[in-house]
């Protein structure tokens, strides 16, 4: 709660629940008298929040041979749930669940296969998500291999986008906090980190860390009650602007052992780490999670789940929590950010 000198009153609900929902009513008092104001305040989660589709991460130009499979993934966001189709040069993809497919693979993210490319396949690829807020496209270009080489992303700059989001945490006070994101943009995106809408800046125990590979961390090495609040990414460069935004609070610890919950949310004890992928090589990667009840586990690249295919494998052990995730035959587009 606030009051500025020029008699401006506020009170900040930071990390909103639903029980924070109801009458709010403030009252100010001097010897001659008194005076209230009240309002009714409803709250919505990110799910409910009516809005237009928005593509997190939309498709990509590629290529592939005769014969092969081929996979175009894209993430889209909106309330109420966007409905997807696919073009190809302007006319409707048929989904016949046969040779093409369209999956939903949940959290907005939608997985159109083709299991044996033909000549008629190759063009230009577009995705359309409308609901009754909006709608919103994304394209591509698919050709065959040795043929002519995608512009999208090769030959043409493009706006800002982050394939790896940030997301609302709680950390324990007094333990570091380690934030990341992932942006895509070409040329490279001007980074700004803000904290409260305030730019946030390298300071004594805030580290701010960017990558050629579009990597954006923030470290703090002690998480204090001052550190708590909004801390938004935004990028930015000559075909346009994204951001993402996390809003971090205080996870507090149980002071007694014998008052500990019989069921915790999961934690990772080791963490992934990164690694330098060697080109026809394998590489593994490998991390453990410590839940009760045990956790279900989602594997991602790039903000896309990760699908088990005959390079790129994941196994999990629910006994040790112990998490594995093998690339063989290693590639140059198997760069990327992972993430469980």
Excluded at 187 to 210: C, H, M, R, S, V
Excluded at 288 to 302: E, H, L, N
């Amino acid at each position: 709660m606030r009051l500025a000198l020029d008699g401006t009153a506020t009170l900040r609900v930071m990390d909103t629940k639903k029980s924070d929902a109801g009458q709010y009513k403030v009252v100010a008092t001097n010897p001659s008298g008194s005076l209230d104001s009240s309002c009714k305040v409803g709250v919505l989660s990110s799910d409910e929040m009516p809005s237009p589709p928005k593509f997190i991460v939309p498709l990509r130009s590629t290529d592939a041979p005769l014969g092969a499979k081929a996979e175009f993934n894209v993430k889209v966001r909106g309330v109420p749930k966007p409905t997807i189709r696919f073009q190809l040069d302007g006319k409707n993809i048929p989904i016949d669940n046969d040779r093409i497919t369209l999956e939903d693979m949940h959290d907005g993210n939608w997985c159109l296969t083709i299991k044996e490319v033909k000549e008629e396949d190759f063009g230009t690829l577009r995705c359309v998500a409308e609901n009754e807020n909006g709608k919103d496209e994304c394209e591509a270009i698919f050709d065959q291999t040795g043929g002519r080489k995608p512009k999208a992303r090769d030959e043409e700059g493009y706006p800002p986008r982050f394939n790896v989001p940030l997301w609302d945490r709680r950390v324990p006070l007094g333990d570091p906090m380690f934030i990341e994101c992932h942006v895509d943009a070409k040329p490279l995106a001007e980074i700004t980190w803000t904290f409260n809408n305030d730019e946030l800046k390298p300071a004594q125990g805030i580290q701010i860390e960017y990558t050629p590979e579009g990597a954006c961390r923030v470290k703090i090495s002690e998480f204090l009650e001052k550190h708590v609040g909004a801390y938004k990414c935004f990028a930015k460069n000559m075909y346009g602007t994204a951001d993402t935004i996390a809003n971090l609070n205080v996870e507090v610890k149980e002071e007694k052992e014998e008052q500990r919950k019989l069921e915790y949310a999961p934690k990772f004890n080791p963490q992934l780490e990164d690694q330098i992928l060697n080109e026809g090589g394998t590489i593994s990667l490998s991390c453990r999670v410590d839940a009760i009840p045990i956790a279900s586990i989602v594997p991602y690249k790039d903000g896309l789940p990760v699908k088990n295919s005959d390079r790129l494998k994941w196994t999990y052990d629910p006994t040790s929590g112990k998490i594995t995730l093998t690339v063989n035959d290693v590639r140059d587009g198997d760069g990327g950010a992972y993430r469980i």
